[in-house]
């Protein structure tokens, strides 16, 4: 479920950041997540040329699959009522918001180890274009040392420092209330 929920936020990202889609892995994304999201964006409009379908879907998914995971653990929803679903979707929020920026470290790092093995590859192109937004600010700051780009190593620091410091305690705030 993670592999699909990861393709949806790559097909939201892929979008916001306008990356041609005649590529292969582009096609392989929209592929995989079309029959999903093309229902979807007949009843929920688009927001500043975004597909907020696709990224409402994998919030519905990973929702769903949250509280599939607690009833098969045990989790006393007849008990607890409905008084929970909040701190549901919260957690649902910060797992997805997690898993987006597992994502994108992903991304930073398939480009960074093309750029060095294979810099001609024909997927270079795509994960190149799919990084440079987000290494764009640390490009800014930090200057290349001998043609060697360090922008991916603060990239991946700061998301780490994301990952454990605001998203742990909003996961924790929201394991709290249930």
């Known amino acids: 479920m993670n592999l699909f929920l990861i393709a949806l936020l790559l097909r939201f990202y892929m979008q916001w950041v ?7 892995f582009a096609q392989f994304v929209i592929k995989l997540t079309d029959f999903a999201v093309r ?20 919030l519905v998914l990973e929702f769903i699959l ?7 653990d045990g989790y006393p929803f007849l008990v607890a009522g409905s008084k929970v679903l909040p701190a549901f979707l919260l957690l649902a929020v910060v797992r997805l918001a997690s898993l987006g920026i597992y994502t994108l470290i992903g991304l930073v ?8 093995v294979n810099p001609l590859s024909p997927l270079m192109p795509v994960f190149a274009a799919l990084a ?24 991946l620091l700061v998301c780490q420092l994301i ?6 305690w909003l996961e924790g705030v929201a394991r709290s209330m249930m």
Request: proline letters at 14%.
């Open 132 to 155: 440079a937004p987000l290494l764009r600010p640390f490009r800014r700051l930090i200057p290349p040392i001998a043609n060697f780009d360090l922008s991916p190593l603060a990239f």
């Open 66 to 72: 949250l509280l599939a995971l607690y009833g098969l």
């Open 109 to 116: 790092l398939v480009m960074a180890v093309l750029s060095m």
């Open 18 to 24: 306008r990356v041609p889609f005649h590529n292969p």
């Open 163 to 168: 990952i454990m410091l605001p998203l742990a």
């Open 39 to 58: 229902p979807l964006r007949r009843v929920i409009p688009g927001l500043f040329g975004v597909d907020m379908g696709t990224l409402l879907l994998a």
